[in-house]
């Protein structure tokens, strides 16, 4: 008998996997260029008057449990914050604060998967969506974002396959991320009232990412699943990581505005869950409150954030669709980009081995497409300054060409 749980092997994340082998090179030395992790606040200084709510929190005696649903007050701001932005009207009972969207998401399979039953995820996914359902014994259905297409996702496909599948397969919840890591993908709403037509018809729970909801460059225009999914039940993951730039907080949260039974019953275990974990980070929960609730800082703080994100995700995917060996989608949002590489002109045959070479022969990590579902791709995160974007795609430029056939 293994001291291992059989679900032990679903453990890990690939957006990390390389960071022991990074952690050795730099302790030799090695100055490594880290272009794995998707953490804005690395980059962009958490704006100083959250860092002030977070402050006061502290010093008002803030740090001890607070209620497991998260406290009234930013349970309010959640919902002041979605009908101000989206016109929802909702109460602050359909809002459950979590350790992040991460928590939320394992709350969410927690809740709702038994052995065999299946979810719908869009390739490429964020990297904790299949193993979040899988330890629960849920297996993941995939459907495609269409790379020919500008990542949007491919409703025809989906379309099919849920026609194909009828009542065989077990399905509990359609996941959408938007925008989306790591395409950068912004749907418009006549794509994204396709897929809330289509979970109608098939009677789908429908589950929104929407953790990058202000992150949205140019023209693209961000549309909020709770804008078009009236009266069925549905559920929108967001926090403060990437919107806030306070990925360290460890905040989110999970709203189901719902009156149905459905949502009432999986919101009802949500509470549950967090009463297990007794609560989320607390002077934290007070900062984000602060945080929503001050919409002029707010304003300010994401403008300029936003605007040199543009830029530079703008800058590298035009390096990158000069380089001969890699060709990437202009991303609509985030601060991903996640270029194709023509593995056909290299001797290197995966995208795996690709990112640990390139790490030890060029001090650059980036992440393996296929840690995404994306075989043959790999993740640059964008957030670095120019320079240094700069720097990192000539480097994987020259380790291209030195392993060109
Ligand atoms: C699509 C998506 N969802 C969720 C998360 C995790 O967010 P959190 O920090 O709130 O757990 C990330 C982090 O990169 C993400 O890209």
């Known amino acids: 008998m293994s001291v291992l749980s059989s679900r032990s092997r679903y453990a890990g994340n690939p957006i990390e996997e390389e960071d022991r082998v990074a952690d050795r090179l730099a302790m030799q030395g090695k100055k490594i260029i880290k272009l794995n992790r998707g953490d804005p606040a690395v980059y962009f200084r958490t704006p100083e008057y959250i860092i002030n709510a977070y402050k006061q929190a502290l010093e008002a005696g803030n740090t001890h449990y607070v209620d497991h649903l998260g406290i009234p ?64 014994g849920g297996k ?17 496909g989906l379309e099919r396959s849920l026609k194909r599948y009828g009542k065989s397969k077990r399905i509990k919840y359609l996941l959408v991320t938007n925008p989306n890591n790591p395409t950068g993908t912004v749907l418009s709403k006549s794509i994204l009232e396709e897929i809330v037509g289509l979970a109608n018809e098939h009677k ?27 009266g069925m039940p549905y559920m929108i993951l967001n926090g403060a990581s990437k919107n806030f730039d306070a990925t360290g907080f460890r905040v989110g949260f999970a709203m189901m505005p719902g009156e149905d039974k459905t949502s009432n019953m999986i919101m009802n275990k949500f509470r549950d869950f967090a009463q297990m974990r007794l609560c989320a980070n607390s002077p934290g929960q007070y900062a984000m ?25 703008k800058f590298a995917t035009k390096l990158i669709n000069e380089s001969r060996y890699m060709h990437a989608v ?76």
């Open 73 to 136: 007050e930013l349970r309010e701001a959640v919902v002041d914050r979605y009908r101000r932005v989206y016109g929802l009207k909702t109460n602050a009972e359909k809002v459950v604060v979590t350790q992040g969207v991460s928590e939320a998401l394992l709350m969410l399979n927690f809740a709702v998967i038994n052995e065999g039953e299946n979810a719908i995820i869009f390739k490429p996914y964020f990297p904790i969506y299949p193993p979040y359902l899988e330890i629960f």
């Open 204 to 230: 789908l729970l429908l589950i929104s990412d929407e953790v990058y909801d202000e992150l949205v460059f140019g023209h693209a225009k961000f549309t909020s699943m709770c804008q078009l999914a009236k």
């Open 330 to 405: 202009e991303p609509k949002g985030a601060f991903y980009i996640f270029p194709k590489v023509s593995f056909e002109k290299l001797r290197i045959r995966s995208d795996r081995k690709f990112v640990d070479e390139l790490l030890r022969e060029e001090d650059v990590q980036v992440t393996r497409g296929s840690g995404f579902g994306g075989d043959g791709h790999i993740r640059i995160v964008s957030l670095a300054p120019k320079e240094i974007l700069e720097t990192a795609i000539d480097r994987i430029n020259r380790f291209c060409s030195r392993h060109a056939k």
């Open 289 to 313: 409150a602060a945080a929503m609730n001050n919409v002029s800082e707010h304003k300010k703080a994401i403008k300029s954030m936003l605007a040199e994100m543009e830029i530079r995700v």
């Open 140 to 156: 993941p259905i995939f459907e495609r974002y269409d790379e020919a297409n500008e990542w949007n996702v491919d409703t025809d």
